[in-house]
T-cell receptor, first 113, second 112 residues
Framework: DVKVTQSSRYLVKRTGEKVFLECVQD?????MFWYRQDPGLGLRLIYF???????EKGDIPEGYSVSREKKERFSLILESASTNQTSMYLC????????????FGQGTRLTVV | GDSVTQMEGPVTLSEEAFLTINCTYT??????LFWYVQYPGEGLQLLLK?????DKGSNKGFEATYRKETTSFHLEKGSVQVSDSAVYFC???????????FGGGTRVLVKP
């Protein structure tokens, strides 16, 4: 059974903390993504990566960075967490074949207090 | 660029009612089309897909047909259940792209 696993379901962090969200996939997919999901705003792409050590900004990269040192792992970093980064964060992976779907993790609900 | 437009919710239905969620898209070439479902507190999971024109995707009683002439991929179910209450996302994967473009999501609430 294919899997995308996010390290935490729920996180509570303080303003100004450095936060790491980890995502691991076991499907040998080239492409990985981080989205945030907020009520009424749908899914918004933060960053994606199409290969190890490669990254591209999505629609809302400000305040975030990413790391992909190994093919199976894609980390989202909040350098200095702020309350407006309270959200649901979703990781996804996708193979290179055009006809295939993306697989999602279960989501991390982050609260910044 | 690629874009997906789906009807806004929430959509509230009674059990056994007919459900349709409209989805239209803009893309160059021949994209692959997807419907994802998100149950409360969970990530997205694939509901169905279609990879070429006139293909029909189906799963769990849901169906959607890839209509190139109208650039649409409407989701339908003939008789919904309370357990179908969820958020539904239409998405496309462009011919040249390595990522998915999502619609805004439609929340569906089915009441007993």
């Amino acid at each position: 059974d294919v899997k995308v696993t996010q390290s935490s379901r729920y996180l509570v962090k303080r303003t100004g903390e450095k936060v790491f969200l980890e995502c691991v996939q076991d499907m040998d997919h080239e492409n990985m993504f981080w989205y945030r999901q907020d009520p009424g705003l749908g899914l918004r792409l933060i960053y994606f990566s199409y290969d190890v050590k490669m990254k591209e900004k999505g629609d809302i990269p400000e305040g975030y960075s990413v790391s992909r040192e190994k093919k199976e792992r894609f980390s989202l970093i909040l350098e200095s967490a702020s309350t407006n980064q309270t959200s649901m964060y979703l990781c996804a992976s996708l193979t290179g074949s055009r006809n295939t779907e993306a697989f999602f993790g279960q989501g991390t609900r982050l609260t910044v207090v | 660029g690629d874009s997906v437009t789906q009807m806004e919710g929430p959509v509230t239905l009674s059990e056994e009612a007919f459900l349709t969620i409209n989805c239209t898209y803009t893309a160059t070439g021949y994209p692959s089309l997807f419907w994802y479902v998100q149950y409360p507190g969970e990530g997205l999971q694939l509901l169905l897909k279609a990879t070429k024109a006139d293909d029909k995707g189906s799963n769990k009683g849901f169906e959607a047909t890839y209509r190139k002439e109208t650039t649409s991929f409407h989701l339908e179910k003939g008789s919904v259940q309370v357990s179908d209450s969820a958020v539904y996302f239409c998405a496309l994967r462009g011919a040249a792209g390595n990522k998915l473009t999502f619609g805004g999501g439609t929340r569906v609430l089915v009441k007993p």
